[in-house]
DNA sequence: CATCCGTGGCG
DNA sequence: TCGCCAAGGAT
């Protein structure tokens, strides 16, 4: 059969070309599932690149699933600062509770059963599902989406044509070494048929690429447009006490960089509620009366569906602690829970 | 189903 | 300089 050839095709060459990295297993072993797992949730929306000093970082403090699980929130937030989408931490170590205190320290082998822990969803339970326990699944992220809308030439955009590109992909998984077969599809999206440049040259599936021998792989997948992104501004306030310790706030618990810190700053508001602030009006936002000097220059920030662009100033502080905050040493700022916005504004202001 | 949620590298 | 987009999930 058809699907038999290709599979063996794309095995065969993930045999020869397998990249080795830090969550892998030998060759016809199946991975730990704790491993696998964190790799995989720091790979969401992740490359590889980013994600490798952060997994042995987090595996070197927490070598098993029980140690993340008594691990302190603070500690977890910390260790994942700079890695973004900062639910998948707070998910990361509720999930790992779940698993040390009701699953006995066991992650489930099925894909329904690790589909039901947060922070693991069709994807990541089918990645796991197939790496550490070698279950047939059909696993779909955005680079198999990617191969498939090629191999298959399927010009409609996403994300209206992400069931077909599931349903090719379901036709093509195998029954044997379901892992490998998994990892070998990504690793195929990841190195060779990237978004952009596709190395169809070195592809084991170049014969067999309808979107390569119709001449439109490299513009495939299509794409509806997105909206732009508005631009927001905000105010944020540097603020010192005698002892040099600088005033930290924690975040609200969901949201955007929910539960991380932050330096204090007004609401962040694009030009329809004003734009730009002025000092005076910034003011009344300040978590302590002081007198405020400006920094020089912004300080930039793109996220997800905004761009941020902030201000900086700076005051003395008598004392007092404003709720949810605290003060912190300038030598501990780098072991804090702050997100790189704040980083940016910290170097910002320190200056 | 659409929106929200970070960050860094690349062309 | 800037837009694109990555091994997605939750709501």
């Known amino acids: 059969m058809e699907a038999d050839r290709l599979s063996r095709t794309l095995l ?10 830090p969550w892998r297993s030998p060759p016809g072993v199946y991975a ?7 790799s995989e949730v720091m790979l969401q ?3 590889v690149a980013a994600v490798i000093p952060y997994f042995r970082k987090f595996l070197d403090r927490w070598p098993t699933v029980l140690d993340l699980a008594a691990a302190d929130s603070e500690e977890v937030m910390a260790a994942w600062a700079g890695l973004g989408y900062y639910a998948r931490a707070r998910n990361l170590l509720k999930c790992a509770q779940h698993v040390a205190s009701v699953l006995g320290g066991r992650f489930p082998d ?5 589909r039901s822990l947060p922070g693991i969803g069709d994807y990541t339970a089918a990645a796991i599902a ?14 198999v989406e990617r191969v498939m809308a090629r191999l298959f030439a399927e010009q409609a955009p996403l994300p209206g ?6 349903q090719r992909a379901a036709q093509l998984a195998p029954q044997e070494r379901c892992g490998d077969y998994s990892q070998a599809l990504m690793d195929l999206g990841a190195t060779l048929c990237t978004p952009r440049n596709p190395a169809c ?10 979107g390569r021998l119709q001449g439109i792989a490299a513009d495939l997948p299509a794409r509806t447009p997105k909206a732009e992104k508005p631009t927001r501004h905000g105010l944020a306030f540097w603020i010192a006490r005698w002892d040099g310790s600088i005033l930290l706030r924690k975040r609200p618990p969901h949201g955007l960089l929910g539960g991380m810190l932050e330096v204090p700053s007004t609401p962040w508001r694009d030009s329809s509620e004003g734009g730009a ?4 009006e910034a003011s009344k936002h300040a978590p302590l009366s002081c007198s405020w000097h400006p920094v020089r220059g912004t300080v930039r920030h793109t996220f997800t569906h905004f761009h941020l662009e902030m201000t900086v100033v700076t005051g003395i502080a008598r004392g007092g602690e404003p709720p949810a905050s605290r003060w912190v040493s300038p030598e501990s700022l780098g072991e804090q829970a702050l997100p790189t916005i704040m980083r940016k504004i910290v170097r910002h202001a320190m200056l």
């Open 161 to 166: 044509v992400k069931p077909r590109l599931k």
């Open 277 to 280: 602030w002025t000092l005076d």
């Open 45 to 47: 929306q992740t490359t």
């Open 130 to 143: 197939s790496i550490a326990f070698g279950r047939a699944t059909v696993v779909v992220d955005g680079n």
């Open 201 to 210: 040259g070195l592809c084991p599936w170049v014969r067999d690429c309808q």
């Open 32 to 38: 730990d599932p704790y491993h696998v797992w964190l």
């Open 110 to 114: 099925t894909e329904d059963g690790l």
């Open 12 to 21: 065969a060459w993930y045999d020869a070309e397998a990249r080795r990295l």
